[in-house]
């Protein structure tokens, strides 16, 4: 089913990519003409630590790129990738963090969702927690998915296993992330005072019935998924103040995801949210083309390799695609599965490589897929 879409072995633009397993995350590069090329590995020295999220923030000062990882433990290792070193470890949860998000224009600044039932606000830059959003108003059970909006640093969604999610509004934050940025641990004489966020602008328990492992904004509204097999893009219903108070949504479009019934399994979009896309537990996955608000998907991938002019399909089995991540332009897919291995698709309208190109199997000895033994290990 409109398998042309995306092939193994075009040439695309180069993107970083990280992964993880247990204790373990690798950074790779996605070449052209198909191959990935490990850049570097970092194994955590806690034996206990198995990584659940990962993602890339920057130096505000020399722009080095940040590696921010975090799981089981509920600490936040924070790795320097030009220094090939942890630079910080940040610790404040009380239990796992199942996700980060990093601000879209300070990316000092990042939020982790713990099984705590929290949400943090830390500041990278000098290394101390922002504000804790946790109370009355907050989730009541483990929170699993959080997500800044791509264009408002002051908006942030969350959802979790209490079926809810919610928006919160950072505006009234802002001198105290300010307050944030001018702490210097050296000279001061007390530790940076962390205050508390208890009430979100917007919370519902409307749109699914049970947990919601995954949300993302699309645009100012919201894409939403829980363990039933369906996608939601929705907004909060803004016709009267009641509707708010209520969490009255007003839903724009369902996505059928069939055979993903289990959590934890995670959907993503391009840098212009055109194209999302979405595993499930048999190694498949789907992708939307976001602009023609239609149910079905535009193509479902399997897990396919080259061999000569011709594709051999790999057994999908059971094996759960639980991440996915698309490149800025859309251009390639990744999926990373259970069974420790990542598969890319490039998509077949960039131009074929030529004979004289070196296939990813030449050049690394690999195909298109990589598994997660890492080299360049940092100390």
Not at 52 to 81: E, H, Q, Y
Not at 122 to 142: I, K, P, R, S, Y
Not at 204 to 221: E, L, M, N, P, S
Request: charged fraction near 20%; hydrophobic fraction near 35%; glycine fraction near 6%.
């Amino acid at each position: 089913m409109q398998q042309k879409l995306f092939a193994d072995s075009c040439c695309c633009a180069a993107f970083p990519c990280n992964t993880f397993n247990l204790l373990q995350s690798t950074v790779y590069e996605c070449k052209p003409n198909g191959i990935i090329k490990v850049l570097q590995a970092y194994c955590d020295p806690n034996p206990e630590e198995e990584f659940f999220v990962c993602k890339w923030s920057t130096n505000s000062t020399t722009g080095a790129p940040m590696l921010l990882l975090a799981g089981f433990t509920g600490s936040i290792r924070v790795v320097d990738c030009n220094l090939r070193k942890v630079v910080w470890t940040a610790q404040g949860h009380g239990d796992a963090i199942n996700d980060i998000t990093v601000h879209p224009t300070r990316p000092s600044l990042f939020v982790t969702a713990s099984r705590d039932h929290s949400l943090r606000l830390w500041n990278l830059e000098t290394q101390v927690c922002v504000c804790t959003m946790v109370g009355d108003g907050a989730h009541t059970n483990e929170v699993l998915s959080v997500d800044f909006h791509a264009s408002d640093g002051n908006k942030l969604l969350s959802a979790g296993m209490d079926h809810t999610i919610k928006m919160w509004n950072l505006q009234g934050l802002s001198s105290q992330i300010e307050a944030s940025f001018q702490y210097d641990a050296q000279t001061a004489k007390r530790a940076f005072h962390t205050t508390t966020l208890s009430c979100p602008d917007f919370s519902t328990h409307k749109v699914h019935w049970a947990y919601v492992d995954c949300v993302r904004w699309f645009g100012d509204i919201v894409l939403s998924k829980s363990v039933h097999n369906k996608i939601f893009l929705w907004e909060p219903d803004g016709s009267s103040a009641e509707a708010k108070r209520k969490g009255y949504v007003k839903c724009h479009q369902e996505y059928s995801l069939e055979k993903a019934k289990v959590w934890f399994i995670r959907m993503s979009l391009d840098l212009k949210c055109s194209l999302m896309a979405c595993g499930d537990v048999t190694g498949q996955v789907y992708l939307w083309d976001m602009h023609t608000l239609t149910d079905e998907p535009q193509a479902v991938l399997d897990r396919e390799l080259p061999i000569g002019k011709g594709l051999a399909k790999v057994s999908n089995g059971n094996v759960t695609v639980r991440q996915t991540a698309v490149s800025y332009d859309a251009s390639i897919i990744l999926a990373c599965c259970e069974d420790g291995t990542i598969w890319r698709w490039d998509s077949a309208a960039t131009p074929e490589p030529s004979d004289e190109e070196p296939s990813a199997r030449e050049e690394d000895g690999e195909s298109s897929h990589a598994s997660m033994q890492g080299s360049d290990e940092m100390e």
